[in-house]
């Protein structure tokens, strides 16, 4: 059964930095792409960010582009996402998802940024 | 970036109704459409993926249809447990977009 576990998320404030970790197992992590999605209280799903399966490939939304970045470990089975210069309207629950058919999802994380 | 409009973006419905939920891509998808269900506190719950395929432990009730931009979710005979949100994503690309939401009310 796979499982992905998210962990990392707090109260940070505006102009910090968190890391995310997503810890997978129950599937061969290093053949499956990965991304990162979010949802802002009382807000719909926006994706965040995706990595290839070897690593060598990343994208962000144009919202956290230059701010986020998205990193994997295929060693520990672990999807990261290092957030930096946060802002209020970084503030969600974010999901690590394993893409393919079908896709899995972690439970979630909560980021709350504010001073 | 791909476009995911969905309509309605709420309905009230009763217990036993037959509900469809539609689905429309900027671009052709082919069939990379997923359905996720959402209650509240609770991370998306995925019931449909590629257009038509039924996720694991998911009841029957639940059906997807369609190809290319136009996709269609429908709840046969709407049950109790069924009042929540319902989004539609497409993973044509990597990077994943979502339909704004339908959230399905007690009439």
């Known amino acids: 059964e796979v499982h992905l576990l998210e962990s990392g998320g707090g109260l940070v404030q505006p102009g910090g930095s968190l890391r995310l970790s997503c810890a997978t197992s129950?599937?061969?992590?290093?053949?499956?792409?990965m991304s990162w999605v979010r949802q802002a209280p009382g807000k719909g799903l926006e994706w965040v960010s995706a990595i290839s399966a070897g690593g060598e490939s990343t994208y962000h939304a144009d919202s956290v582009k230059g701010r986020f970045a998205i990193s994997r470990d295929n060693s520990k089975n672990t999807l990261y996402l290092q957030m930096n210069s946060l802002r209020a309207e970084d503030t969600a629950v974010y999901y690590c998802a394993k893409l393919g058919d079908p896709a899995d999802w972690g439970q979630g994380t909560l980021v709350t940024v504010s001073s | 970036d791909i476009q995911m409009t969905q309509s309605p973006s709420s309905l009230s419905a009763s217990v036993g109704d037959r509900v469809t939920i539609t689905c429309r891509a900027s671009q052709s998808i082919a069939k990379y459409l997923s359905w996720y269900q959402q209650k509240p506190g609770k991370a998306p719950n995925l019931l449909i993926y590629?257009?038509?395929n039924l996720q694991s432990g998911v009841p029957s009730r639940f059906s997807g249809s369609g190809s290319g931009t136009d996709f269609t979710l429908t709840i046969s005979s709407l049950q109790p447990e069924d009042f929540a949100t319902y989004y539609c994503q497409q993973s044509y690309s990597t990077w994943w977009t979502f339909g704004q939401g339908t959230k399905v009310e007690i009439k």
């Open positions: 590629t257009t038509s």
């Open positions: 129950g599937f061969t992590f290093n053949t499956h792409a």
